[in-house]
C-alpha cells in the first residue's frame, strides 16, 4: 500500500451490484467527516449522459475504458470515501490501484440476496434478463475472486442494516488503527447515557 499518512487514505468499497456500497459509504463519509464519491456517478458525469445510454450506444470497452480513469484518478485523491461500481474490478489497473491506494472493503453479499434486495429494481440492467438469479450467480462466480484480490477487508452483509454494516466497517478501521476511536461510537452508548 502507498503509504503516507494512513488515516487520509480513501477508503473503497467493492461489491456486487445492490451489495450497499453507495448508501454504507455515505454513512461512513458522514461518520468519518470525510468526502463521499461514487465513481459510477463520476463516470456519468465525465461521459455526460447515463452509464446505460453509454453502454447501449458505444458499448461495454469504452464504458470501462472511462471507468478505469475515473478509479484512477479517485483512487489518487487522499481522505474520501469511494463507492465504486459492481464491474470495476474486471479491469486488473482497477484492481491494483484499489488495492495500493485505498484501504478497501468488499461487501460480500449472495447472489441470492442481492436478488431478494433488487427483484423490484427496473433500473438495473443485468436483472432485465429472462433469469436474473442465474445471471447474479453467474457474475458472482466470475467476480468474487476479483473483490478478494482487490480488498484488505471482507464484511459479510449477510442481512445486516445498515448501521450494523457501518459499525462492522468502522471497528475494522478502529482495530487496524487507521481511525480515531472517537469516531467509532461505542455500542454501550447506543444502550443509553446512564442514571
Given at each position: 500500500?502507498e503509504?503516507g499518512?494512513?488515516?487520509?487514505?480513501?477508503?473503497?468499497?467493492?461489491?456486487?451490484?445492490?451489495?450497499?456500497?453507495?448508501?454504507?459509504?455515505?454513512?461512513?463519509?458522514?461518520?468519518?467527516?470525510?468526502?463521499?464519491?461514487?465513481?459510477?456517478?463520476e463516470?456519468?458525469?465525465?461521459?455526460?449522459?447515463?452509464?446505460?445510454?453509454?453502454?447501449?450506444?458505444?458499448?461495454?470497452?469504452?464504458?470501462?475504458?472511462?471507468?478505469?480513469?475515473v478509479?484512477?484518478?479517485?483512487?489518487?485523491?487522499?481522505?474520501?470515501?469511494l463507492?465504486?461500481?459492481?464491474?470495476?474490478?474486471?479491469?486488473?489497473?482497477?484492481?491494483?490501484?484499489?488495492?495500493?491506494?485505498?484501504?478497501?472493503?468488499?461487501?460480500?453479499?449472495?447472489?441470492?440476496?442481492?436478488?431478494?434486495?433488487l427483484?423490484?429494481?427496473?433500473?438495473?440492467p443485468?436483472?432485465?434478463?429472462?433469469?436474473?438469479q442465474?445471471?447474479?450467480?453467474?457474475?458472482?462466480?466470475e467476480?468474487?475472486p476479483?473483490?478478494?484480490?482487490?480488498?484488505?477487508?471482507?464484511?459479510?452483509?449477510?442481512?445486516?442494516?445498515?448501521?450494523?454494516?457501518l459499525?462492522?466497517?468502522?471497528?475494522?478501521?478502529?482495530?487496524?488503527?487507521?481511525?480515531?476511536p472517537?469516531?467509532?461510537?461505542?455500542?454501550i452508548?447506543?444502550?443509553?447515557?446512564?442514571?
Amino acid at each position: 500500500m502507498e503509504h503516507g499518512q494512513p488515516r487520509s487514505l480513501t477508503i473503497a468499497l467493492v461489491g456486487m451490484p445492490g451489495s450497499g456500497k453507495s448508501t454504507v459509504g455515505r454513512h461512513l463519509a458522514r461518520q468519518l467527516g470525510r468526502r463521499f464519491v461514487d465513481s459510477d456517478a463520476e463516470v456519468e458525469r465525465r461521459l455526460g449522459m447515463p452509464i446505460r445510454e453509454w453502454f447501449a450506444l458505444h458499448g461495454e470497452d469504452s464504458f470501462r475504458d472511462t471507468e478505469q480513469q475515473v478509479i484512477d484518478d479517485l483512487t489518487r485523491e487522499p481522505g474520501s470515501v469511494l463507492a465504486t461500481g459492481g464491474g470495476a474490478v474486471l479491469r486488473p489497473a482497477n484492481r491494483d490501484a484499489l488495492h495500493a491506494r485505498t484501504h478497501c472493503f468488499y461487501l460480500r453479499s449472495t447472489p441470492e440476496e442481492i436478488f431478494r434486495r433488487l427483484r423490484h429494481d427496473t433500473q438495473r440492467p443485468l436483472l432485465q434478463v429472462a433469469d436474473p438469479q442465474r445471471k447474479l450467480r453467474d457474475l458472482f462466480r466470475e467476480r468474487d475472486p476479483l473483490y478478494r484480490r482487490a480488498s484488505h477487508y471482507v464484511v459479510e452483509t449477510a442481512r445486516p442494516s445498515v448501521p450494523a454494516l457501518l459499525g462492522m466497517v468502522l471497528m475494522q478501521l478502529e482495530l487496524s488503527g487507521l481511525v480515531d476511536p472517537g469516531q467509532v461510537p461505542s455500542p454501550i452508548d447506543a444502550v443509553g447515557d446512564g442514571p
